[in-house]
């Protein structure tokens, strides 16, 4: 049996708190046997209201801030859905 989760939950506001709060979420996950986790929209990122800030806390794809991300969700036995601003250069997708 496949097991899918949604982890409904406010991205914490700071950078690094996220990441403790994803490390915490992939935990949970795996002790729970869980298949596949959908995290929330702007998990990586967070929520902003304006688009300045949207900008400021988006991420490139290519960046190493990204590849930290990864390294994180590489830890996890599930497959991690996952949302977040996406930035290439001054555009933001």
Known sequence: MVKVAAYQVA?????LSRKVQAQAIIAKASSDHIDFLCLPEGF??????DEK??????????????????TIF??????????FNEREGDQLL
């Open 74 to 83: 590489n830890k996890a036995s599930a497959t991690i859905i996952v949302g």
């Open 53 to 70: 800030q949207a900008r400021v806390n988006s991420l490139e794809v290519r960046s190493q801030a990204f590849e930290e991300w990864l």
């Open 11 to 15: 991205p914490a506001k700071a950078h």
């Open 44 to 49: 990586l990122t967070g929520y902003y209201e």
